[in-house]
């Protein structure tokens, strides 16, 4: 396989993604773990550029980064109270959650090696944007019923955030 | 694209009426009693919708192969309507006439029900996902619908972490499924997959599908959090988190396991029967510990999804079948077992310890009777339900040729008889040990398990009434 300008993107992209993640679990600091989370969300935004998925890399931006991520760092704000607090880590939590993160590496390896053949990108497909492609499946085609209930499923997570959070009304 | 309004029937009138909840809620002049009625009025017309397209033999696709309404899904619609009326039934008096918020509660038990018929329905990966999380969310606020019990907010946030923990294996095998069969939807990965190319993308996804499984229906090993949550859940949501959904994420696991998966079922019977032999096991020998009755129910639904997975282990249409109708008896028993707890109450509250329901039977003779008969069903003793559907199930196991699984079956019902009887024993023959007063007998809940009883009865008695409905039901 030759080693063009792609694939040099390519593993710059995949091993911000990576390194920034293990950063992400690793350090003590939580301010410097959410700020590395950004950077591992923005690399898989450019994955998915380099996947043709124009519109699934927008999202990513616009909901993890810009949405998720800024949720995230007003938690810390709101709750902790000072921004150096630091994030414990016990022996028990890093052989366990080691182990667990092992044994999927292991099987996702063995799932990649043994799959014969992969479908590829196909190079010489012109780019065009997916987001009209997309926006038909969803209002006209068989994602219609998908997009409704998710609608109701944002509505129980509305119910619910009320439920949790109102002030408990005293009775006279 | 058309769509047949007519088919959607029973879960469009489940919408409706969650709509009209959530609307009455709002003016605070109504009786919240009213609501509760409301909500079982709706849920008992869709039950009666259900029950004729049941009848009619309706088997059609909807939204271009979303969603299957045929006669496997509609019979579980009756399963899970069933459920939410009995709930609803036994919530009412728990929850107080002075609780404000109580709207929100039945339009939530409203909306977990619509996301399991969209489960059982679901022809789709993407459908059968969206449907087990409208479902969990719901489950989540109302296992920590007690504001002020630490258990109960406890119990909400385990089952909201364990929970999304379980959706991620979940959705990643289905995304693993799409990357081997390149769709999601149900016949046409049966149709992408044939029995000479196994793509391990595939036994990938399988595996990560029965571990998000095994998680919401609390297979043995991925059961710890179901205790807990029972425990700490109010009573009434411990009694349908054991039975509508536990349903509903069967219902799922047959239909992609029978149909999409068919070609790799040599794999997965082998996981699916190590699952129900350690499901069974552990969920009896732990209850057996149990000085708590919600602790102890937990474990015996535990143990009662064990029994069900036997006839997906069988994996024939019999198998199926029988686990159809032990998922019905078991969530009318369950409901029942339950309902007789929340009629244990006292002025200071549940009593919980099995050692308080020492002399009830004198006592509280109506309520001694009703727990009795549950917990009778409960361990599989003629001629009531529960020896019916374990009596099925053994016998598509046997079947399949899975003897030595109905062995274990066997001693394991022997196994839960012990700790079943022990609370009817300590009813009838213990004396109390000090005087509880107990509170009356609230009307609905009165009616709910005098609903159950008959139901538990009436299938013990006339099986095969219940039987052919679910022998014609099955998709294969």
Known sequence: MEFGLKQLVFYVFA???????????????????????????????????????????????????????????????????????????????????????????????????????????DEGASLEPTTHQIGEMIMRQEFLLPFEVTSILLLVALIGAALISRKEVREE | MTINWQLLMPELIVICTFVLVMILDLFDSLQKSFLAWLAIVGAAIALYVSVQMLGAGTDETQFNGMLRVDKYSLFFNVIFLVSTILTVLISMSYLGREDRRQGEYYLLILLATLGMMLMAAGNELIVVFLGLELMSLSLYILAGYFRRSMASSEAGMKYLLLGAFASGFFLYGIALIYGGAGTTNVPQIASALTADTKPPLLLAGMFLLVVGFGFKVALVPFHQWAPDVYEGAPTSIAAFISAGPKAAGFAAFFRIFMEALQSLQPEWIAVVTILAVLTMTVGNLVAIAQRNIKRMLAYSSIAHAGYVLIGLAAANKDGISSAMLYLLIYCVMNIGAFGAVILARTEDGESLMISDYAGLGFRKPLLALFMTVMLLSLAGFPPTAGFVGKFYIFRSAVEAGQIWLVIIGAINTAISAFYYLRVVVTMYMREPEEELDFLTYPGSLVFALVLAAIGVLLIGVLPSYFLNPAQISTFL
Not at chain 1, 28 to 42: G, H, P, Q
Not at chain 1, 48 to 58: G, K, M, N, R, S
Not at chain 1, 66 to 86: A, C, E, N, Y
Not at chain 1, 91 to 114: A, D, E, H, K, Y
């Open chain 1, 15 to 121: 091993l911000l993604t990576v390194g920034s993640a293990v950063i992400v679990v690793t350090i003590r600091n939580i301010v410097y773990a959410a700020f590395s989370l950004m950077m591992t969300l923005f690399s898989v935004a450019g994955l998915y550029v380099f996947l043709q998925a124009d519109f699934l890399a927008a999202t990513q931006v616009v909901v993890y980064v810009g949405g998720i991520l800024v949720l995230i760092l007003f938690g810390v704000m709101m709750t902790s109270g000072r921004l150096d607090m630091k994030l414990k880590m016990e022996r028990g939590q890093l052989f366990w959650g080691g182990l667990v993160s092992l044994l999927i590496f292991i099987l996702l390896l063995s799932v990649i090696t043994n799959t014969p053949q992969w479908k590829n990108v």
